[in-house]
């Protein structure tokens, strides 16, 4: 009987930067301001520089993030946004939080992102917006998904979540369109330890109003002038993800140095994210093991539009091959 030694596919645990994270715990317990305060203002500023953006807006989570933009966009009941199912469910359940309307359209089989030409038949008079997913940390054909928006007046809400850092002929995620959404999930590329999002834009009065939005709609201290929610990023994550941010491009060279050739697409602004980043080669198998599995933490059982919350008649989906895809990928 081989012994075998499953090798973690990863680790939440904080590593080499410990020491780091301990300091930024640190300075907020002694400063005792948790909620928008200086680490908050300090973390914008700093992922918007790196991620090349004019703004950035820390909120509670990915899927607030994709919410608040579109609410800022002013999308919402009777609206259409076209998106891929081939991502978290949460890129959809984004859209069904503005009362909008998801509606999947198919994926392009070589990315794993949204098809341009699936895009443009599902176009109705209806559609507001086009969110293509960078999904895992592969940029969608974002030349050929903004040619079509400008064609049509649409909308353009890049899915980020799973591609901090990453371009697209050059130009970062989040950049291209109205604005981009990240997810600090611990997971995640960039990750807190705890909930967290960010939304990345050049536009500055979409910042703005999604700074309102993100804390009840107040325009000024008890002066709440539209409906918004409560969904800040905290003093506490904020300055674990500042200690992060200076880490995340060596980190990032690092997982595209591991990565298995055959899971590289070939795209220069391709980020290797957790899901398919192989494990480290300075991985020590015990002397007894003469096999080696790598375990895994996202293999996605399901594309969005099958799941029992997304099957009402209501939901349209063009015919996704997503699936299909998905199993040969698997
Ligand atoms: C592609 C994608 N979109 C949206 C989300 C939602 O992010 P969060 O979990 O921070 O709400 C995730 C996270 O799982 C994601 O991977």
Redesign the pocket.
């Known amino acids: 009987m081989p012994a075998t030694f499953r090798v973690p596919f990863l680790s939440l645990r904080p590593g080499d930067d410990r020491p780091a994270i301990d300091a930024a715990i640190t300075r907020v317990l002694d400063r005792g301001w948790f909620i928008l305060g200086p680490e908050l203002q300090a973390f914008e500023q700093e992922l918007a520089a790196a991620s090349g953006t004019a703004d950035a807006v820390g909120v509670g989570?990915?899927?607030?993030a994709?919410s608040l933009i579109l609410r800022g966009l002013g999308i919402g009941p009777g609206d259409e946004v076209i998106t891929t199912p081939l991502?978290?469910a949460?890129?959809a359940l984004?859209i069904i939080a503005t009362e909008a309307r998801p509606v999947f359209a198919d994926i392009d089989p070589s990315r794993l992102t949204l098809d341009p030409r699936a895009i443009e038949a599902a176009i109705t008079p209806r559609t507001a917006a086009i969110m293509p997913?960078h999904?895992y940390g592969q940029p969608a054909d974002m030349p050929a998904i903004l040619a079509i928006a400008e064609r049509h007046g649409l909308a353009v809400v890049e899915?980020a979540?799973?591609a901090h850092l990453a371009t697209c002929d050059g130009r970062p995620v989040g950049s291209m369109g109205a604005a981009g959404?990240l997810?600090?999930?611990p997971t995640?590329n960039l990750g807190a330890l705890g909930?967290?999002?960010a939304v990345l834009t050049n536009d500055r009065a979409l910042g703005d109003r999604i700074r309102r939005l993100r804390n009840g709609g107040q325009s000024s201290r008890y002066h709440h002038d539209e409906f918004g929610v409560n969904s800040r990023l905290d003093e506490m994550q904020a300055a674990i993800l500042r200690a992060r941010l200076t880490r995340l491009p060596a980190w990032t060279a690092r997982r595209r140095a591991h990565c298995l050739p055959s899971t590289c697409w070939d795209c220069p602004g391709n980020i290797i994210t957790s899901q398919i980043a192989a494990p480290s080669p300075r991985t020590r198998l015990p002397s007894s093991a003469t096999t080696a599995s790598a375990g895994s933490t996202s293999a996605k059982p399901n594309t969005t539009a099958r799941y029992r919350a997304f099957s009402c008649k209501s939901i349209r989906s063009s015919r996704a091959s997503g699936w299909r895809i998905l199993r040969r990928t698997r």
């Open positions: 989570s990915g899927t607030d994709l991502s978290a949460y890129s984004a997913v999904l899915d979540c799973q959404a997810s600090f999930y995640k909930d967290g999002g």
